[in-house]
Protein backbone atom coordinates (compact mmCIF):
# COMPACT_ATOMS: atom_id res chain seq x y z
CA UNK A 1 0.00 0.00 0.00
CA UNK A 2 1.60 3.33 -1.13
CA UNK A 3 -0.78 6.54 -1.99
CA UNK A 4 0.47 8.47 -5.00
CA UNK A 5 3.97 10.96 -4.12
CA UNK A 6 4.74 8.78 -1.09
CA UNK A 7 8.16 7.95 -1.14
CA UNK A 8 10.00 4.75 -0.87
CA UNK A 9 14.17 3.89 0.14
CA UNK A 10 15.77 0.54 0.13
CA UNK A 11 18.95 0.30 2.04
CA UNK A 12 20.97 -2.58 3.41
CA UNK A 13 23.92 -2.72 5.78
CA UNK A 14 26.32 -6.01 7.12
CA UNK A 15 26.49 -5.94 10.30
CA UNK A 16 28.40 -9.30 12.39
CA UNK A 17 28.15 -11.83 9.05
CA UNK A 18 24.18 -10.38 9.10
CA UNK A 19 22.70 -8.38 6.40
CA UNK A 20 20.17 -5.59 7.72
CA UNK A 21 17.40 -4.40 4.98
CA UNK A 22 15.13 -1.49 5.51
CA UNK A 23 12.38 -0.29 3.31
CA UNK A 24 10.98 3.50 4.42
CA UNK A 25 7.77 4.67 3.50
CA UNK A 26 7.04 7.82 4.42
CA UNK A 27 3.14 7.94 3.13
CA UNK A 28 1.75 6.53 7.18
CA UNK A 29 2.97 6.77 10.60
CA UNK A 30 1.47 5.04 13.01
CA UNK A 31 1.82 5.00 17.26
CA UNK A 32 4.77 2.77 18.65
CA UNK A 33 1.67 0.34 20.20
CA UNK A 34 0.24 0.03 16.72
CA UNK A 35 3.57 -0.64 15.08
CA UNK A 36 3.81 -3.57 17.91
CA UNK A 37 0.54 -4.96 16.35
CA UNK A 38 1.49 -5.14 12.87
CA UNK A 39 2.91 -8.43 12.37
CA UNK A 40 0.06 -9.89 14.15
CA UNK A 41 -2.90 -11.21 12.18
CA UNK A 42 -5.53 -10.59 14.00
CA UNK A 43 -4.76 -6.59 14.46
CA UNK A 44 -7.11 -4.76 14.62
CA UNK A 45 -7.53 -1.38 12.70
CA UNK A 46 -10.16 1.43 11.55
CA UNK A 47 -7.89 1.54 8.18
CA UNK A 48 -10.23 -0.40 5.73
CA UNK A 49 -8.71 0.01 2.20
CA UNK A 50 -8.08 -3.33 0.58
CA UNK A 51 -4.57 -3.48 -0.77
CA UNK A 52 -4.09 -2.60 3.30
CA UNK A 53 -5.20 -5.10 4.96
CA UNK A 54 -3.06 -7.41 2.37
CA UNK A 55 -0.49 -6.16 3.34
CA UNK A 56 -0.74 -6.60 6.64
CA UNK A 57 -1.61 -9.79 6.28
CA UNK A 58 1.55 -10.43 4.41
CA UNK A 59 3.52 -8.81 7.46
CA UNK A 60 2.45 -11.67 9.40
CA UNK A 61 4.14 -14.12 6.66
CA UNK A 62 7.45 -12.47 6.09
CA UNK A 63 7.81 -12.71 10.02
CA UNK A 64 7.41 -16.32 9.56
CA UNK A 65 9.82 -16.78 7.16
CA UNK A 66 12.27 -14.05 8.36
CA UNK A 67 12.30 -16.45 11.72
CA UNK A 68 12.09 -19.74 9.91
CA UNK A 69 15.60 -18.35 8.58
CA UNK A 70 17.02 -17.23 12.08
CA UNK A 71 16.36 -13.63 10.77
CA UNK A 72 14.47 -11.30 12.98
CA UNK A 73 12.11 -8.57 11.27
CA UNK A 74 10.63 -5.15 13.08
CA UNK A 75 9.54 -1.53 12.03
CA UNK A 76 10.02 1.86 13.63
CA UNK A 77 8.10 4.68 12.99
CA UNK A 78 9.22 8.38 13.21
CA UNK A 79 6.55 11.21 12.65
CA UNK A 80 8.93 12.69 10.37
CA UNK A 81 9.89 10.16 8.34
CA UNK A 82 7.06 7.83 8.21
CA UNK A 83 7.56 3.76 8.81
CA UNK A 84 10.72 1.91 8.47
CA UNK A 85 10.53 -1.90 7.91
CA UNK A 86 13.28 -3.68 8.46
CA UNK A 87 14.66 -7.34 8.70
CA UNK A 88 17.87 -9.68 8.97
CA UNK A 89 19.20 -12.82 7.74
CA UNK A 90 22.27 -14.39 8.43
CA UNK A 91 24.87 -14.17 5.30
CA UNK A 92 25.58 -17.50 5.75
CA UNK A 93 21.86 -18.19 4.31
CA UNK A 94 22.01 -16.30 1.73
CA UNK A 95 25.01 -18.12 0.37
Known amino acids: YNPDKSILKVSATVEHNMIRC ?3 DNSMVMSQQECEQLFNVDFDSNLTHDSLISGLIG ?14 IGVNTSPRDGL ?4 TLSLENIR
Do not use: D, E, M, S
Open 22 to 24: YIQ
Open 59 to 72: LHFCRQIITAHNGR
Open 84 to 87: TFWF
